[in-house]
């Protein structure tokens, strides 16, 4: 069994203020949906406002994430933020977001290499991989999305595999309102994307790793992503920032959890 994750990843959203709104809207819903470890929900604010939030939600179930990190633990890497800092007050970090890839120049290597130093400093890892328009209509997603997954996870051992969170993102569903079909979504990442993993690493860990669907999730399409068996959660990004949709959502994923 597969516990469900569920995270809101808020991009460049939210001021302090508006985080301690959203937070306090929010926390005692999602607390108690995730009281009784059915379900995982993770907040992933800015960076600056992580330490707010962290200290909102401290004594609840609900965890607290990154967006990025630097794979150098320190030194001379002006405006970056390392895994040792991130993880003093937070659990999670999401790696590989296609809007780093597509506007930060972040690549399959670099993406790897963040992954091993979120691992080291016991972060887990919550990596993105997925195609864009063009290659959708090209035909060449299970190629390039397997690609993605494999160079994500190049000399990751077995173990760390098992921790680590894959978000299967299309990059034309993200923030257009057009979701993929859940059906659409499940194939690719039980085909592709648990294809990938059980030749890297036999499928004992293809079956055992999560994996989330990403791009336009709200709280009236997510009951169709839930309802697939290779969907394990959901990484959410316009609607997390309203308190009543990313309650909804998390409701969706835990439905006895009132
Ligand atoms: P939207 O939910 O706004 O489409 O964003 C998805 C996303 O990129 C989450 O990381």
Redesign the pocket.
Known sequence: MRTPIIAG?WKMNKTLAEARTLVSAMRDDLAQLARDGKIEIVLCPPFIAIPQVAELVAGSPIRVGAQNVHWESKGAFTGEIAPAMLNEICDYVIIG?SERRQFFSETDQGVNKKIKAALAHHLKPIVCVGENLAQNEAGQTDALVGAQVRAAFQDISRDDARGIIIAY?PIW???TGKAASGAGANAVIGITIRGALADLYGEEIAQAVRVQY????TPKNVAEFFAQPDIDGA?????SLVAADFVAICQAANPKGR
């Open positions: 990843n977001h993102e569903a993200i923030g990403g791009g336009s999730v990484l959410v990004g316009g609607a």
